[in-house]
């Protein structure tokens, strides 16, 4: 049965583990329907040669985690990038899964795992600000935006929030 298929409730609790490298050549492979296809990364050849995001080696094993089902399936990645006093998050959802209403026990997992991880660093993450959905489920999770700015992004610039964990200030953002 694909996981699409059956309850939500039987895909949780959510497993983080070690990113192996089946792992980080699928989640290239996945694809994005528009306007979300900006996240579709370029072939796994390519970014295995660039040794580029977790096609490298050691930087998939520091970085990455693999986000499972309970039984295993791979439905999501989280990065955890040390950033002086912040440790800076990446996430990213199968295609399949986003919009399912999974955001918060996803968040809830990576944030978890950022805390054991960095326990007292700030925690934050960029986010392009046309990506509302995005942008909602972070704000419910305790991000706050904190700045809007201009960052590459493979090649072209994109107007991006800088958003904060900041669960102290949490709002109905609903």
């Not at 409730?9 to 296809?37: C, F, V």
């Not at 998050?89 to 950022?114: C, N, W, Y």
């Not at 934050?124 to 700015?149: D, S």
Request: hydrophobic share 35%.
């Amino acid at each position: 049965m694909d996981v699409m298929e059956r309850p939500v409730q039987s895909l949780i609790p959510l497993k983080l583990r070690p990113m192996t490298e089946h792992d980080a050549e699928a989640i290239a492979g996945w694809r994005y329907e528009p306007p979300y296809d900006f996240y579709n990364l370029p072939p796994w050849n390519k970014l295995k040669a660039r040794r580029q995001y977790f096609a490298d080696p050691s930087s998939r094993k520091e970085q990455y985690v693999s986000i499972c089902t309970s039984d295993d399936r791979l439905i999501g990645f989280a990065q955890f990038i040390p950033k002086g006093q912040a440790l800076r998050l990446g996430l990213g959802m199968k295609p399949e899964i986003t919009g399912q209403h999974l955001s918060a026990v996803f968040l809830d997992a990576v944030i978890r795992e950022a805390r054991r991880r960095a326990p007292w660093q700030e925690l934050e993450l960029y986010v392009v600000t046309w990506n509302k959905r995005a942008v909602k489920a972070y704000q419910r999770a305790g991000f706050v935006i904190t700045n809007t700015l201009q960052r590459r992004i493979e090649g072209r610039y994109e107007p991006v929030y800088h958003m904060s964990y900041q669960p102290q200030l949490q709002r109905n953002h609903g």
